[in-house]
């Protein structure tokens, strides 16, 4: 008996060594083609900026050379690598600061707004489907069904759009002088949370399906469980697994949610900080947000993936 | 499971891209000049009145569909073929370099499809052709991904073993025995990555990465339209609507496609599922 539970330790635990090494992987090919992506495309970054006008030749000679642009490829790849391990990501061409700091400052409203709209997705996912579960086939399990389809298939700038002219609209009739803003945090994190619902409600609703049509919870309801909140929650349980790991995942693509969020809702953050960047051709910067970006992702799909892998032993796998 | 044909679907497709093809028939205007005063109400002198420069509406709109569906489509087929030939190359070539090659597409998959774009925009530089080309090039991986996985599989089957004993050719194989099989998966994909490319590219303008706002597109119309929220909301619940509905009618039509047409290997419903929910 004591060896057999050995036995799946050890398993589980390798499979998370292999899950380590194959995210390290990952996150150094995503740096990597981040890296050579800007590169194959503009061939030299500063082209633009001197083709925009916003840098003089001399300027340009000058950031050139600090940037090590007149060296080889491999040469700049290998720096660009050893300055990611000091946190050293380069300077600005535009402000001429740290991209480090630069990108330090701007990672706080960021997570906030990540945060709250992680939140919010839950809540709004689990509403959809649930309802659309639970009343399947009735006009309120239709219409979140439907709601959830749409959803998964709207730009999150519509979606937002949307939301900003109804409540500008309300606003206009009920002006609160002062006090609390809702558009600073609460209204962009619902937005972002609203439309990234759709595909963990979708998962929700055809788990909890599956669930309902077992036949334990027809032998509940059978010994005279009434469908309500307590055959809800017993049939909510073994339904969660598949919602959870696809939340996990979706959590590591907030981030190009809060880039369209962010401008759109005129909130600093390091998708403002990304977009302001291309517009005016700042490349370290660019590549640090986005570097920034994909090293998240590879961490978020990571631990997700980890989860997983503790939640449903089925997938842990027969040596 | 047979699904119903989307017929509001096809119907909207068809009177969107025919509507934008016919684009100087149905207005007297031109999309830049203006035609009118500014921010004009919907059924004055113009039908849906004019922007804040005093163009008219209704022909920003049409124009509009012309350089959205186009620039779409355009992505769209970047992506396909270059999906097509990645794909095909490292399940052909196979050993290390196959391997390398899965590892960078994957790889790629670890940065959203949006930010792989916005990168693409940051190398070429803003502007309205480095969107198109960003939106396809950043779904290539992902296609290629599919593509190779679709391959592999038809791959094991016994009638490519017995164009093998025949003496076929590897590459002969591949073009003209693998790749018309995949052309029911390939269509099904196909449809999943227009309509990314036209989210992308929707997205891309609104984030104003096009540059010049002036350009009459719909995510373009979106970005210029929201500063007039109240004065003038059509400006943005228009375009609004006809990016809703085209990507609507995009999504259920790959979604009949793949119910109708992809039934022997059921194994694909999940993995179009998987790829629509990471494209976007």
Same mark, same amino acid.
């Given at each position: 008996?004591? #060896? ?11 499979? =998370?060594?292999?899950?380590? $090494? ?19 495309? #503009? ?10 006008? /916003? ?28 300055? /990611? ?55 309120? $399990? ?23 002219? =109804? ?11 002062? $006090? ?14 609203? !439309? ?6 979708? =998962? ?13 919870? /027809? ?12 055959? /809800? ?42 977009? !302001? #960047? ?42 | ?40 109400? +919907? ?40 999906? +097509? ?7 052909? +070539? ?155 009618? +995009? ?30």
């Amino acid at each position: 008996m004591v #060896s057999t539970i050995n036995r799946t330790e050890h398993r589980i635990l390798t499979l =998370i060594i292999r899950t380590f $090494g194959e995210a390290l992987l990952t996150a150094w090919a995503a740096v990597t083609l981040t890296f050579f992506a800007l590169r194959a495309t #503009s061939g030299d970054p500063t082209a633009n900026l001197l083709a925009q006008g /916003l840098a003089s030749p001399q300027q340009v000679e000058r950031l050139r050379t600090a940037l090590f642009l007149d060296q080889p490829l491999f040469t700049q790849y290998g720096r660009f690598l050893l300055g /990611l391990f000091k946190g050293d990501l380069g300077i600005s061409f535009y402000t001429n600061r740290s991209v480090f700091l630069t990108l330090a400052e701007q990672l706080r409203p960021t997570l906030e707004l990540g945060t709250l709209s992680v939140l919010f997705m839950f809540l709004f996912a689990s509403m959809l489907g649930i309802t659309a579960a639970w009343w399947h086939g009735k006009p309120a $399990g239709r219409f979140a069904s439907r709601m959830a389809d749409v959803l998964t298939t709207l730009p999150v700038a519509l979606v937002g759009l949307l939301f900003l002219y =109804i409540f500008s609209v309300i606003r206009q009739h009920s002006t609160r002088p002062g $006090g609390f803003n809702p558009y600073s945090l609460l209204l962009p994190a619902v937005v972002l949370g609203f !439309s990234l619902s759709g595909g963990v409600a979708r =998962i929700l609703k055809s788990s909890l399906r599956e669930v309902l049509k077992k036949p334990y919870i /027809l032998a509940a309801r059978a010994r005279g469980l009434r469908k309500n909140g307590r055959l /809800l929650w017993f049939a909510l349980r073994p339904a969660l697994p598949p919602a959870v790991s696809l939340s996990a995942l979706e959590i590591a693509y907030v981030f190009s949610g809060t880039v369209v969020t962010e401008t759109l809702f005129g909130r600093p953050g390091l998708g403002r900080l990304l977009v !302001s #960047s291309i517009l005016q051709s700042d490349f370290p910067v660019a590549q640090g947000v986005i570097t920034l970006a994909a090293l998240f992702y590879t961490l978020t799909h990571f631990l997700a993936r980890i989860l997983i892998l503790l939640i449903d032993p089925r997938l842990r796998g027969e040596p | 499971m047979r699904k119903e044909m989307p017929w509001f679907a096809l119907i909207w497709i068809i009177l969107a891209v025919v509507g934008s093809a016919a684009a100087p028939l149905l207005t007297p205007y031109d999309p830049i000049q203006p035609a009118g005063a500014p921010l004009e109400p +919907i059924g004055g002198s113009l039908l849906l009145g004019s922007d804040q420069l005093g163009r008219d509406l209704w022909t920003r709109l049409v124009y509009g569909g012309r350089a959205t569906l186009s620039a779409s489509f355009l992505a769209a087929s970047i992506t396909i073929c270059g999906g +097509i030939f990645l794909g095909l190359a490292a399940s052909l +070539i196979g050993g290390l370099l196959e391997r390398l090659l899965l590892l960078l597409f994957n790889a790629t998959m670890a940065v959203p499809g949006l930010l792989l774009a916005m990168l693409f925009v940051g190398g070429i530089g803003p502007g309205f052709p480095s969107v198109i080309l960003a939106a396809g090039l950043s779904g290539i991986p992902g296609f290629a991904r599919l593509v190779h996985s679709q391959a592999e599989s038809v791959f094991r089957q016994p009638y490519i073993e017995a164009a093998r004993a025949l003496g076929a050719g590897r590459v002969w194989l591949y073009i003209f025995h693998i790749l018309p099989n995949l052309r029911t998966e390939l269509l099904s994909f196909g449809t999943t990555y227009l309509a990314w490319a036209f989210t992308g590219i929707t997205t891309l303008n609104f984030l104003g990465l096009a540059g010049d706002p002036s350009i009459p597109e719909w995510g373009v119309l979106l970005n210029t339209g929201r500063s007039y929220l109240i004065q003038a909301p059509q400006l943005i619940l228009l375009p609004g609507v006809f990016i809703s509905l085209t990507i609507l009618s +995009i999504f259920s039509i790959g979604e009949w496609l793949s119910t109708e047409r992809v039934t022997e290997r059921s194994t694909n419903r999940v993995e179009i599922r998987n790829t629509q929910e990471e494209a976007l």
